[in-house]
């Protein structure tokens, strides 16, 4: 009785684990601004994400420039060739673009990058945990500001032109993740006692029989394989097509950086509870060996 009570006891920390690290992710990163603010910060680096964003800023400034009368191919009566017209506009796109993309290499840039995100957070939590929101989006209007502000100290031409409204770019469609989002929601709500119900149940389990450390240690490992499963999962359930906003790499880019704890607890686990469970057996043996020897 004891040994099948034990062995009901694993099996459900086998199912916990994930479940358990989810419910911390989801307080401690999805639930806290500074928490979420810091998993996006390495993002402010990312080639593509650097990219995504030179494209968006610069689609917004060209378009405003040139319905402005401002762009490279038009004079101040607004009288220019069509062609010289759209060549000076290639122009001024790829100027705006390289100035977006310089500017992304400054600490002025992940000074801006981290207030983008921490006024992102609360939509980005809504969509994840909630059925109140449908889209996430970051407002690039802090980025666009200090790009102005430098280009204007450089003496661009329009400069002082460059819009700093509404830059907004789609990052998460929550309609694509059904269902989960209520199972994130109670993950959240969960926090902390989910994963001490989890520890509680492993020692029930290892005082109902001691000699069940290794299964438990397996049971570990199965949870982390699980949550490496769940993660990837929802990656594609996420990304299977990305929002319009976004590219798919860049988009990929803020999935993995905002996972990326719940990546490294599922290598741990996984790791830790083979390596548990291999050393323990191990060690069984040669004591085995050693009693057989001796006696």
Request: charged fraction near 20%.
């Amino acid at each position: 009785m004891r040994s099948l009570l034990s062995t009901v006891l694993i099996a459900l920390v086998a199912v916990l684990t994930p479940l358990s690290a989810l419910a911390v992710w989801a307080d401690r990163e999805i639930g806290d601004t500074d928490g979420y603010v810091a998993a996006m910060a390495p993002l402010a680096a990312d080639p593509e994400v650097r990219n995504a964003v030179a494209d968006r800023i610069t689609d917004r400034v060209t378009a405003e420039l040139v319905s402005r009368g401002g762009g490279s191919g038009e004079d101040g009566s607004g009288e220019g060739g069509s062609g010289s017209g759209a060549a000076g506009d290639a122009e001024l796109r790829e100027l705006v673009h390289d100035a977006v993309l310089s500017f992304a290499a400054t600490e002025a840039y992940r000074t801006a990058w981290n207030t983008v995100n921490q006024a992102a957070h609360t939509a980005v939590e809504n969509a994840l945990t909630s059925f109140d929101g449908r889209t996430a989006s970051v407002d690039l209007a802090p980025v666009a500001e200090q790009l102005k502000a430098r280009l204007s100290r450089d003496g661009v031409p329009y400069a002082d032109r460059i819009p700093v409204g509404d830059t907004r770019t789609v990052v998460l469609e929550s309609d694509r993740l059904g269902a989960a989002r209520g199972v994130f929601d109670g993950l959240q709500h969960a926090g902390i006692a989910l994963p001490l119900l989890t520890v509680v149940l492993a020692l029930w389990a290892l005082l109902l029989v001691p000699r069940g450390l290794p299964e438990l240690a397996l049971a570990l490992a199965v949870g982390g394989a699980l949550l490496l499963a769940a993660v990837a999962l929802v990656r594609q359930l996420t990304l299977g097509d990305p929002p319009m906003a976004l590219n798919r790499p860049a988009a990929g880019a803020a999935f993995d950086a905002l996972t990326a704890s719940l990546r490294l607890t599922s290598w741990a686990l996984i790791g830790g509870g083979g390596l548990v469970a291999a050393l323990t057996v191990r060690n069984r043996r040669k004591r085995r060996k050693l009693l057989e020897s001796g006696g």
